[in-house]
Structure formats: C-alpha cells, structure tokens
T-cell receptor, first 113, second 113 residues
Framework: KAGVTQTPRYLIKTRGQQVTLSCSPI?????VSWYQQTPGQGLQFLFE???????NKGNFPGRFSGRQFSNSRSEMNVSTLELGDSALYLC????????????FGQGTRLTVV | DAKTTQPPSMDCAEGRAANLPCNHS???????VYWYRQIHSQGPQYIIHGLKNNETNEMASLIITEDRKSSTLILPHATLRDTAVYYC??????????????FGAGTQVVVTP
C-alpha cells in the first residue's frame, strides 16, 4: 500500500510569510503526528491529530497550528515565519497513535530566508 | 528532559553484529522501549519495541535487562544500508502519549566495508 506522502518536498519562504504543509497518511490510519527536525534541537514533537481532533500538543508557539480532515489528511501551518523555523518537517501516521505501527513520511524541507 | 542515554556514535564492520546500548534508568513500569532509526534525509523507521521480555523480529533483537534500566539493540549482520542514526525511546501506550515520542540525540552508526 502507498506510504505517507508529504507535499511539497522542498519549500523556500521569506521571513514574515506563512506556509502550509500537507500530509496524506496511509489509507486507514486515523492518527497523524507532526515533528520538526533541526540540527540543533533534533526531532521535536509538534502535535498529533486523531479523527479530526488535536489530541496531543508539544511546546511550540501558537504560530504553529494544524488540522485534520475527515479523510485523515492533515495540514500544518506556520504563520509569521522566522529564520529559526527552517527545518525538516516530518509527519507520521498510525492506525491509532501508538508507535508500534507508525510510519513516517519523507518530510518537507522548509528554508526561511 | 531526555529519558534515555545513548552513545553519540559507533562504528561496525559489515557482516558483524552491531550492539547498540541504551540507558533508561528512570523507566516506569508501564513504559515500553522503542527503537527507531533514521537513514540520512529520510523519515524515521520503526525497528522493534518491548516491555520486559526480549524481542526479535526480521530486523533486529532487543535485549532488556531484568531491572529494565537498560537495553541493547542487536543488528545481527550489519550491512552498509544499516548506516543510520538509531534512536532509543521510552514511552507509555496511553492515549496522552500517543503520537508524541521524545527523540533524543540517538547513536550515529556507521557500517564500514
């Protein structure tokens, strides 16, 4: 079956702009989690959605937001971009949120200039 | 705060077993030990998980000490494709932890010919 698809793969934005990233989970999976990966901080949890509801949230400012649609596809939005938001953004999907069967996408590489 | 401690790097000869240690001295009774790996520029990949018994699958074996304060991931016959960062994570399987793994710095494993 198809894996987790993240679009776009690469993105360049200017400071102050906003950006929306998309994640299509594996068919049948209802949980989508988002992570930010930077060289300095490593992989950090942003938030997790399950059946269109945000179930868990990490310690990121309110500029980072997300949503999940009825077909389980998820989007994350970052407003008022800062240089420090440059990172690889990864999403993971699983049937119920547990990590025994979680699958990560290839990520979206965001560069803020 | 990180719940696990791993060596930052290790080398392994191709064809030999790779033994990756992880210390999780503050693990609680309902926390599982998970191992993931991340090959350069890809999303993390699930390897194996366990609670207290040793586990084996087609990728690796997981040995957890009796007091559960440490574990070892064993890659029985390392190949060049096993070069990656390996993450040891402890987490419960309760709803409030689903989706939000706390990744540490991991161990960079380099398999050499």
């Amino acid at each position: 079956k198809a894996g987790v698809t993240q679009t776009p793969r690469y993105l360049i934005k200017t400071r102050g702009q906003q950006v929306t990233l998309s994640c299509s989970p594996i068919s049948g999976h209802r949980s989508v989690s988002w992570y930010q990966q930077t060289p300095g901080q490593g992989l950090q949890f942003l938030f997790e959605y399950f059946s269109e509801t945000q179930r868990n949230k990490g310690n990121f400012p309110g500029r980072f937001s997300g949503r999940q649609f009825s077909n389980s596809r998820s989007e994350m939005n970052v407003s008022t971009l800062e240089l420090g938001d440059s990172a690889l953004y990864l999403c993971a999907s699983s049937a119920d949120g547990g990590f025994t069967e979680a699958f990560f996408g290839q990520g979206t590489r965001l560069t803020v200039v | 705060d990180a719940k696990t401690t791993q060596p930052p790097s290790m080398d392994c000869a191709e064809g030999r077993a790779a033994n990756l240690p992880c210390n999780h001295s503050t693990i609680s009774g309902n926390e599982y030990v998970y191992w993931y790996r991340q090959i350069h520029s890809q999303g993390p990949q699930y390897i194996i998980h366990g609670l207290k018994n040793n586990e084996t699958n087609e990728m690796a074996s997981l040995i957890i000490t009796e007091d559960r304060k440490s574990s070892t991931l064993i890659l029985p016959h390392a190949t060049l494709r096993d070069t990656a960062v390996y993450y040891c994570i402890v987490s419960t399987m309760t709803t409030d932890s689903w989706g939000k793994f706390q990744f540490g710095a991991g161990t960079q494993v380099v398999v050499t010919p």
